[in-house]
């Protein structure tokens, strides 16, 4: 056998282990700047990972050292690279430079020309090295914040090392061993992981001495001092540190901060998914509060509370430049909305709940739009409209065992049979003030006021004249009738004055007569503004162009 085509097994196995060292920061390199020109199932090994780079190295000088010859290594290295990355990837330069350095690495080579090795492959692998210190007692890192502070580094981050007491950490020690940490144990006691680790980081130069950039992830600011002493020695520092529920990275060198949020993101739901979640919510706080309705700013609430999302992150992604209404209202079979002008609340239902919670129907998913109803054909007056929603009040109260009920349930009811929102017919009818001032004067109706929602119920006359009016046959005792009912009004409204017309409707309602008539019919002269104004039991003021009157 010539001299040159001699065995490789004579050669130093240093010289092949140095070889596959080299092939594999090139595979490193690869994977950290081009990943895709790696072979899918390559492409996801943490080639950063001590064990794994060993892995590699060992299996690559084994392959070596099967050749024959020089010629045969090369072979050999060539077809190993094609098992490894993608063909195009085989033209790169950075492998052309590789191939050339192992081929002037030939000992019968070096023995006439020394080791020739061209500057390209140098400053195309990696310069130096990345270290992370860990004080596993004071911050939990994983391998998401990992691969972040990986990312960071200039440097392959090829150094693990973890200090802790193992004995009393459950089993981070073998989560952290698999990831490719080397763990230091120390004993039980304060201060001591961070004595030891501050003992061992001081010495990084000198145990890694192509370490370029040195991690030290703790929360305590003990650490600084070896921060310092680390700059001292040419390296780059990055101080990691966690506060709440984000990772701090503090470049020592260039000052800056990097915030990173260890806190997981939460997946925005299908839009299926977010009108289930809706009408569970709904559902939850019908059975809570007895009401039918929910406001939309109260379910905004609940739902950032439940599901960490504000209603608006949904509507940005499935409806920008829209808000939560358009996108209940294009759900019809699931949710009911109702407002009653542009410059009210909104509240939403679910279409398929009763929205009486007293029915008693065999059809659960009947709507409240088959209710049955008698309604008037057309409405031209004010006198119409109060009747229309009278018959719509009898007919809620003819399917349930509810007396009170939401003014929005009696809108909404509205709207359904008529086909227009109850403010629009008090602007054609030119009924002056809002849809709660108009059933306020209506004589039909008693209404109260209950958690910043008004409720109406039917008012019975049936004690009227016969019963009530005989009471009233003196002055004074129409002064005690308007006194009863300002009392009440004032608890039922929670305001101190009433507005005088307010008072004068409710003495209506609940006398079968006006406060005018009674004057007249009890002989009293001056008109009903005199009347509150002469006696001592009430107390009134003038507000713009009204009245409004309080008990003194």
């Not at 101190?496 to 006398?511: A, M, N, R």
Request: charged share 20%; net charge neutral.
């Amino acid at each position: 056998m010539l001299n040159h085509e001699r065995s490789l097994t004579t050669y130093d196995n240093t010289l092949l282990n140095k070889i596959a060292s080299q092939v594999c920061q090139v595979i490193i390199t690869i994977h950290r700047q081009q990943p895709e020109l790696l072979l899918e199932k390559y492409r996801k090994v943490q080639w950063q990972n001590n064990s794994n780079q060993s892995a590699l190295i060992a299996k690559f000088t084994e392959l070596l050292s099967q050749a024959h010859n020089w010629d045969e290594l090369l072979k050999k290295l060539q077809l190993s690279l094609k098992a490894l990355l993608i063909p195009a990837a085989l033209d790169l330069p950075i492998l052309s430079d590789l191939i050339a350095n192992i081929r002037q690495q030939n000992p019968l080579i070096s023995e006439f020309n020394g080791s020739l090795i061209p500057n390209s492959i140098t400053s195309l692998l990696p310069v130096g090295i990345a270290v992370l210190l860990l004080d596993a007692e004071n911050l939990q890192i994983n391998t998401q914040t990992e691969k972040f502070l990986a990312n960071v580094c200039n440097c392959p981050l090829q150094v693990k090392i973890a200090f802790a007491n193992w004995s009393n950490r459950g089993k981070l020690d073998i989560e952290l061993h698999e990831r490719g940490y080397d763990l230091i144990h120390v004993p039980a006691g304060r201060d001591n992981a961070d004595g030891k680790m501050i003992a061992f980081g001081s010495s990084i130069h000198e145990l890694y001495p192509h370490a370029k950039e040195v991690l030290v992830c703790s929360s305590d600011k003990v650490m600084t001092n070896l921060c310092n002493n680390l700059q001292q020695h040419g390296l780059i520092v990055y101080q990691v540190s966690q506060h709440s529920e984000n990772i701090n990275l503090f470049n020592n060198s260039t000052g800056e901060t990097t915030i990173y949020s260890i806190k997981p993101l939460v997946e925005i739901p299908s839009i299926e998914q977010f009108i289930l979640q809706v009408k569970g919510l709904i559902k939850e706080e019908q059975k809570l509060t007895t009401s039918v309705w929910v406001k939309l700013s109260h379910l905004a609430k609940i739902y950032k509370v439940k599901h960490q999302l504000h209603l608006s992150h949904i509507v940005a992604k499935y409806s920008p430049n829209k808000n939560a209404k358009d996108i209940f209202a294009k759900y019809p079979a699931d949710l009911v909305i109702h407002q009653i002008d542009d410059n009210s609340e909104l509240y939403v239902t679910v279409f398929d709940d009763n929205l009486n919670s007293g029915r008693n129907q065999t059809d659960k998913s009947e709507s409240i739009k088959n209710i049955p109803s008698s309604s008037l054909t057309r409405i031209n007056s004010k006198l119409d409209l109060e009747l229309a929603l009278k018959m719509i009040l009898e007919d809620l109260m003819k399917e349930s065992t509810q007396v009170d009920f939401d003014i929005s349930i009696l809108a909404i009811q509205f709207k359904q049979r008529y086909g227009k929102p109850i403010s629009e017919q008090i602007k054609e009818l030119k009924i002056n003030g809002s849809y709660i001032k108009f059933l306020q004067s209506c004589s039909f109706f008693q209404l109260k006021q209950k958690d910043n929602k008004w409720e109406i119920s039917a008012l019975n006359l049936t004690n009227t004249k016969s019963n009530l009016l005989s009471d009233i046959n003196s002055p004074a005792a129409l002064e005690e009738a308007i006194k009863n009912i300002l009392t009440i009004a004032t608890n039922e409204l929670g305001n101190g004055y009433i507005d005088i017309s307010i008072l004068g409707t409710k003495f209506h309602q609940q006398y079968g007569k006006s406060i005018t008539d009674q004057l007249k019919a009890l002989k009293i002269g001056g008109n009903y503004m005199k009347f509150l104004q002469s006696s001592s039991s009430f107390q009134l003021k003038q507000t713009g162009n009204k009245w409004e009157v309080a008990i003194r």
